[in-house]
């Protein structure tokens, strides 16, 4: 889905083609495994947060006053973050 | 969807006929990436050689998303893609470099560059006199882009002027990854 084509979309607040997308990014290619890969991605947070490890939230509070565009090109590289971490990852490189 | 996506997403696609290794293809594509085609309008002829490449200078562009280790990475997470290039020296090794890019298996890249980025292969067949010569620098950037205009207004418009001015190449060897 070309970045015009998404535009036409977010200007009809068309939420169906905008999910798809992020899916078909994240899933390589694959709806379905892409929002397989957006629920692991939350599972796993949940799962560092269960851990109880203490957590910089002065870093928080800075980081979330930048601009909007970092905010969510941070919110992708959060997503494969922690999908990587998960030792499950088909953005690998392998076949 | 532009009228050009809506022709090739059509069941009659004459790109469907004959053999395809993988049927479907364009259809799949085009529904995925409307307006992301390059089309049969947007062609541009190759110039030709002005000298035998044996005496030409050679510089290689790839979209592999090769790059050096010691360089920012290339930003492999963005949904659009990430419309900056890399340059490579051209007398870099294999241990010198490293491969940011999702969208394509790797594993035997990994093992040796040459095979997506042949740049010791090139240093080897400018050593033999087979080449002029080689640009100082070499070209790497992220194939996934999912914005055309602004990749040929960035990348390509950025690159093709580093090669020309910057670099001074006399042709170069494209490499898609």
């Not at chain 2, 050689?49 to 030409?56: E, F, I, N, Q, V």
């Not at chain 2, 890249?109 to 080897?124: C, G, S, T, Y």
């Not at chain 2, 002029?132 to 882009?145: E, W």
Request: glycine share 8%.
């Amino acid at each position: 889905m070309s970045v015009p084509y998404l535009r036409e979309a977010a200007a009809q607040d068309d939420l169906g083609k905008l999910v798809r997308f992020v899916r078909l990014h994240l899933g390589d290619g694959n709806e379905a495994v892409g929002k397989e890969e957006i629920d692991r991605s939350w599972a796993e947070a949940i799962k560092t947060l269960l851990r109880d490890a203490p957590v910089d939230r002065e870093f928080i509070a800075r980081v979330l006053e930048t601009n909007e565009s970092t905010l969510a090109l941070l919110f992708f590289h959060l997503h494969f973050c922690f999908i990587r971490g998960s030792g499950r990852w088909i953005h690998d490189g392998s076949r | 969807m532009m009228e050009a996506d809506k022709r090739t997403s059509s069941a009659a696609d004459p790109r469907e006929v004959g053999t395809q290794l993988r049927p479907g293809l364009w259809h799949a594509i085009n529904e995925r990436y409307p307006g992301s085609m390059i089309r049969k309008e947007s062609f541009v002829p190759q110039a030709r050689l002005r000298k035998p490449l044996g005496a030409s200078r050679l510089t290689l562009i790839s979209s592999c998303g090769v790059q050096l280790k010691t360089d920012q990475p290339l930003d492999v997470c963005h949904p659009f893609g990430d419309f900056r290039f890399q340059r490579v020296p051209s007398g870099g090794k294999h241990d010198d470099l490293i491969i940011h890019q999702l969208k394509y298996p790797r594993d035997d890249a990994d093992l040796d560059i040459n095979v997506i980025f042949p740049i010791e292969r090139l240093q080897e067949l400018s050593e033999e006199g087979r080449l002029g010569g080689l640009t100082p620098n070499f070209f790497s950037f992220i194939g996934y882009n999912m914005d055309p205009e602004k990749f040929e207004r960035t990348v390509a418009e950025g690159i093709a002027n580093a090669v020309v001015e910057e670099e001074r190449a006399e042709c170069a060897l494209l490499a898609p990854a």
